[in-house]
């Protein structure tokens, strides 16, 4: 069943500018993952966040989580056409175990 | 971390029929994970493959439906039987290698 969700459901912004997409999720997490998917693709990794880490770095990627909250959230800087793609957060209740996938953000970056 | 290949990348079926979605890992897992996507939506776990063993499925999907095997440690097949238009979606594997989650490239499924 899935876990939470992701917000806006789609968001569009111009390449240069920052695009910040949320998830929620209910219940307790071992890790919160986010994934990039273009075109109905596979799935590419993007990043993992420890429960007990509060935010992470990668590159253009920034990542928070508040488990108080149970919320994350992603942030992409200095967005670029190529970052086009639906975003999800997954979380795990424990490593190797199955991932609960969020509804995914679908970002739009125009030249 | 694993690298899956996964075949077909995609099909197009007629009602009624069957297909077999296999994926390979280059390193022995325990765990083997198939979801489904549907059109404009999120993935669902379909089942958890375990070698040896039985898969275990999710609420709403059953085994006459999707039947998996897992003859190995590295190998896993899940079939889509007695195919309709609903069954129409993305397939992935997936694996947990030790310090994150791998997937499958999918397999779009369109069935006329």
């Known amino acids: 069943s899935q876990q939470g969700e992701e917000d806006p459901q789609a968001l569009s912004i111009q390449e240069g500018e920052n695009a910040t997409m949320n998830c929620s999720y209910k219940?307790?997490?071992?890790?919160l993952q986010w994934y990039r998917q273009n075109s109905g693709r596979g799935l590419v990794h993007l990043i993992l966040?420890?429960?007990?880490?509060r935010e992470k770095h990668s590159g253009r990627l920034r990542v928070t989580l508040d488990t108080s909250k149970k919320s994350s959230s992603l942030l992409i800087t200095a967005s670029r056409a190529a970052d086009t793609a639906s975003y999800f957060c997954?979380?795990?209740?424990?490593?190797?175990?199955?991932?609960?996938f969020g509804k995914g953000t679908s970002l739009l970056v125009t030249p | 971390s694993a690298v899956i290949s996964q075949k077909p990348s995609r099909d197009i079926c007629q009602r009624g029929t069957s297909l077999t979605i296999q994926c390979q890992v280059d390193?022995?897992?325990?765990?083997m994970f198939w979801y489904r996507q549907q059109p404009g939506q999120s993935l669902t776990l379909i089942a958890t493959?375990?070698?040896?063993?039985?898969?275990?499925?999710e609420s709403g999907f059953v085994i006459d439906k999707f039947p998996i095997s897992r003859p190995n440690l590295t190998f896993s097949t899940l079939t889509v039987s007695n195919m309709s238009p609903e069954d129409s979606s993305i397939y992935l594997c997936?694996?947990?290698?030790?310090?994150?989650?791998?997937f499958g490239s999918g397999t779009r499924l369109t069935v006329v």
């Open positions: 493959a375990n070698q040896g063993s039985e898969a275990t499925y």
């Open positions: 219940t307790s997490i071992n890790n």
């Open positions: 966040i420890r429960s007990n880490e």
């Open positions: 997936s694996v947990w290698g030790g310090n994150g989650y791998t």
């Open positions: 390193s022995q897992v325990t765990m």
């Open positions: 997954a979380t795990d209740a424990d490593s190797g175990y199955a991932l609960n």
